[in-house]
């Protein structure tokens, strides 16, 4: 049965941080390109950065120099370290996991947590 469950999401004031993590069971991750996804009400979802099984990083342009994203395989999770948070990141933040695709696009990832929110005031 695979899973992905993120945690680490919650509520923090502009300029704070917050650190995400996804966990992975059921399959071997470390062949897979894992993502982050947000997600707001009303709006389509969108990618904010991967890392695929190489270890290269991809990022959205409103999230560069402020969010990191990594990996450890060896525990099968990924992790989303968000720095300098403003209002407009306010969203529920998804994990993701998949073998091919455009990072950005969500039909190139087969598995996928349930979301985390994450609130900046």
């Known amino acids: 049965h695979v899973q992905l469950v993120e945690s680490g999401g919650g509520s923090v004031q502009a300029e704070g941080s917050l650190r995400l993590t996804c966990t992975a069971s059921?399959?071997?991750?470390?062949?897979?390109?894992m993502a982050w996804f947000r997600q707001t009400p009303g709006k389509e979802r969108e990618g904010v950065a991967a890392?695929?099984?190489?270890?290269?990083?991809s990022y959205a342009d409103s999230v560069k120099g402020r969010f990191t994203i990594s990996r450890d395989s060896a525990k099968n999770t990924a992790y989303l370290e968000m720095n300098a948070l403003k209002t407009e990141d306010t969203a529920v933040y998804f994990c993701?996991?998949?073998?091919?695709?455009?990072?950005?696009?969500?039909?190139?990832?087969?598995?996928w947590g349930q979301g985390t929110q994450v609130t900046v005031s």
């Open positions: 993701a996991a998949g073998l091919g695709g455009i990072w950005y696009l969500d039909e190139g990832y087969r598995y």
């Open positions: 059921g399959y071997r991750s470390s062949n897979y390109c």
């Open positions: 890392i695929d099984s190489a270890g290269w990083k």
